[in-house]
């Protein structure tokens, strides 16, 4: 085990060499998926969002074995620390939700829209993508659509052309839902992302 | 194995049919050639990996983008006691009778990637039965289903990382990738540390396997040192009299980036 530099922010060659991830595969359903997993608050709940989209491959053909999962803060702000998403009592937000794509490529989660953690920063809910076919999961952010102060001084989107950030953030639907498609290749390919301490 | 037969072809000779595992295999040995060429030592899998087939249109083309975790991602979510019954760590125990197959227990710890152990957190595992056969419906490999055997488990890593599940060996599979395709024998794990960006599934192989070689998932990741983290090891003092074999695989996720005042805060 390694110390770490005081003075470095992230000791970035000091720790262990981790583990490779592999392809969840095409047989994770019956093992990952839970009861309400797309449910981080009941449907109907006050103050409820739809967060919905479809996956596509390099063709825009419908990925329907994909799975999403999405971490976020609550409306607050405030990052929760609440066991019990894989058996929800409807009252207690965890924050965390898992869910598979429909044979069409859909999905869709039941939360509530994240607060920004800090003063003034964009409130964003993170999200990891797994597919048979995709090696490793990947990363990427769900922005929501507003305030634009916040997004214009946000630091990833910031460092983003304008086609890729609007990769990132959610659509605002007519009926008030966030729409946000991932294209795991091609035209309009979704921006993933590589945390520091994440080698190749 | 015929890597040879593409290295040695001269131009206007038969290009090998691609369905085949020569094919397959002169594709993993070129990306793998391809990584060693450039300085390339691969932690992590090759995601633009031709062999895999299906990987063609699910692989992200462009780089991905640097991003300083903040806020939500600096934390992981939150699993416990109500999520996990201990019993589910027992993979032969979840029907009305024994499974069939050989018993092993699969036993390790999980490390982030400064060493230290990652406590409480949620490790689940699948995997088919001993041979070679998943509970999925769509797993259409004529093996036998085992009805005492769903190959589903759960557990909540101990205060120094352990985890231990009891199940039962899995056999290696057919799949379409090619002709004459199969995977080697292995029980997919997914797990969680104390942030957000160590999210990791992966897949646990058993030592010696003679397909390692044939696959083109395992061998997506081009270097033999990263490869054989997924590998784990006989331990015969986890092997219990008369009961079952044991194996031992340890785990590490990622590096950490909260400093340790954030860390403070959130325990």
Same mark, same amino acid.
């Given at each position: 085990?390694?110390? /770490? ?45 739809? $967060? ?48 598979? /794509? ?25 999200? /990891? ?12 952010? =769900? ?24 990769? $990132? ?30 080698? =190749? | 194995?015929?890597? #040879? ?22 594709? +993993? ?13 691969? +932690? ?12 063609? @249109? ?15 991602? @600096? ?16 993979? #032969? ?17 999980? @490390? ?43 557990? +909540? ?56 070689? %044939? ?28 009961? @079952? %074999?044991?194996?031992?695989?340890? +785990? ?16």
């Amino acid at each position: 085990m390694s110390e /770490t530099p005081a003075n470095s922010r992230y000791a970035a060659a000091a720790g262990l060499a981790p583990t490779p991830g592999q392809t969840v595969g095409p047989f994770y359903h019956y093992a990952l998926p839970f009861a309400d997993g797309e449910h981080l608050v009941p449907a109907g709940t006050p103050g409820s969002v739809r $967060l919905h989209g479809t996956v596509t491959d390099g063709h825009g053909a419908p990925v329907p074995d994909a799975l999403l999962e999405i971490w976020q803060p609550d409306a607050d702000g405030r990052v929760v620390r609440e066991p019990g998403s894989l058996r929800r009592d409807p009252g207690v937000f965890t924050g965390f939700g898992r869910t598979q /794509t429909w044979r069409d490529g859909g999905y869709s989660f039941t939360t509530v829209e994240p607060g920004a953690t800090s003063a003034g920063s964009a409130p964003f809910i993170a999200m /990891t993508v797994f597919a048979r076919g995709l090696l490793n999961r990947l990363f990427t952010r =769900v922005y929501l659509p507003e305030p634009a102060a916040a997004l214009e001084s946000d630091a990833l989107l910031s460092s983003l052309d304008q086609a890729d950030r609007d990769t $990132l953030v959610a659509v605002r639907e007519g009926d008030g839902s966030l729409r946000f498609d991932v294209r795991l290749q091609g035209e309009r390919e979704t921006v993933f992302l590589r945390y520091p301490r994440h080698e =190749v | 194995m015929s890597e #040879t037969v593409i290295e040695g072809r001269e131009a206007g000779e038969a290009v090998p049919d691609r369905d085949s595992q020569a094919a397959v295999s002169a594709e +993993i040995a070129a990306a793998q050639a391809d990584d060693e060429s450039q300085g390339i030592a691969r +932690i992590q899998p090759r995601l633009d990996f031709p062999a895999y087939r299906s990987a063609a @249109l699910r692989h992200p083309t462009k780089e991905p983008r640097h991003a300083d975790p903040e806020g939500i991602e @600096l934390v992981a979510p939150v699993f416990g006691h109500r999520d996990v019954d201990p019993l589910e760590a027992d993979l #032969t125990i979840q029907r009305g009778g024994e499974p069939i197959g050989e018993r092993i227990r699969i036993a390790g710890r999980v @490390l982030d990637g400064d060493g230290r152990p990652v406590r409480g957190q949620l490790v689940e595992v699948w995997q088919a039965n001993a041979a070679g056969r998943y509970i999925h419906k769509r797993d259409q490999h004529p093996a036998p289903v085992d009805p005492n055997f769903t190959g589903v488990g759960r557990a +909540i890593t101990g205060d120094d990382g352990s985890y231990s599940f009891v199940t039962i060996k899995p056999g290696p599979y057919p799949w379409r990738n090619h002709r004459n395709a199969w995977r080697p024998a292995h029980v997919h794990f997914s797990l969680f540390g104390t942030e957000f960006t160590q999210r990791l599934v992966t897949q646990m192989y058993f030592p010696g396997d003679p397909l390692f070689a %044939l696959d083109p998932i395992y061998q997506a990741i081009t270097s033999q040192q990263a490869r054989d983290r997924l590998v784990a090891t006989y331990d015969h003092d986890t092997s219990e009299h008369e009961w @079952l %074999l044991g194996y031992r695989w340890d +785990i590490v996720l990622t590096g950490t980036h909260a400093t340790p005042m954030e860390e403070g805060e959130h325990v």
